[in-house]
């Protein structure tokens, strides 16, 4: 079976696992601190366990890289890693805000760019998207590109949770310049959406998001025809290590991109 298979295979399951559990109050019970670094709720729980044990049960040689449950060796001879963060938008799943969605990737070796695989699967409707590379993206079975013409209203997303008085006072100018920015509380479905062409910038300059959070958003958005740069405007990478924050700026054409990174003085 294909990584692809096996990952998309897996996010179904979690869907079906989750869907009901979403807002209740079960899905926020506290199971401790998870090694992420982040609490572990109930609904995180149960869908890591789910993909673990859709894993083991097609024998698929992995490292397991979790959200919760951390570096879990599946074999002996693992081809490669899964890159999971079972529930992003844990708040907005807690809730029941219908915005928190499954990321699952696969990476043959220990580096962001080299993600061949990636799901997001959109936990509050089951939609799925998911991307092979050299392959292109797709939501369900559509091909999907980000948003190349002039946008009627231009959606700059911008995630702000968390952010010191030094980065607001820099990305300032960004909501000073836009009408139309959002914020939306789970990075990879984000990506997601601008990778299907309703976000036309994503930018996250609070280094602070975990690889787990972004690796199926990343391969998901570059099939999909998008540039995804680090501060220094140079392509994306890093390791796949717990301790790696990123910061990013996902930009649909070179024309917006450009406007951003001078609002930013990049």
């Known amino acids: 079976m294909q990584p692809i298979e096996v990952l998309r295979n897996a996010s179904k399951l979690v869907y079906q696992n989750v869907k009901d559990l979403a807002g209740t109050k079960a899905a926020a019970e506290d199971h401790g601190v998870g090694k992420g670094g982040d609490i ?76 061949t695989d990636g799901v997001v699967t959109d936990l509050s409707n089951g939609d799925m998207y998911w991307a092979t590379k050299g392959k292109g993206a797709y939501l369900n079975k559509k091909k999907i590109t980000v948003h190349k013409q002039i946008p009627v209203y231009k959606i700059v997303g911008i995630n702000v949770s968390g952010a010191k008085p030094k980065l607001v006072k820099k990305i300032q100018p960004i909501f000073e310049n836009s009408n139309h920015s959002r914020h939306l509380g789970a990075n990879a479905l984000e990506l997601a959406l601008f990778a299907r062409g309703l976000i036309d910038v994503y930018i996250d300059l609070r280094d602070k998001i975990r690889v787990t959070d972004m690796a199926a958003g990343y391969i998901i958005s570059k099939e999909a025809g998008g540039t995804i740069l680090d501060t220094k405007l140079k392509p994306l990478d890093s390791d796949l290590s717990y301790e790696t924050r990123l910061s990013f700026i996902a930009a649909a054409n070179k024309q917006i991109l450009s406007e951003i990174t001078r609002q930013l003085k990049l």
């Open 40 to 115: 572990s709720r109930k609904i995180d729980i149960v869908a890591e366990k789910t993909v673990l044990n859709y894993l083991k049960k097609v024998k698929f040689d992995c490292t397991v890289l979790g959200e919760e449950c951390g570096r879990v060796e599946l074999s002996k001879n693992p081809k490669g890693f899964v890159i999971m963060d079972a529930i992003d938008g844990s708040a907005n799943a807690v809730r029941g805000i219908p915005f928190f969605c499954c990321s699952l990737a696969f990476a043959p070796k220990d580096k962001l760019s080299s993600i």
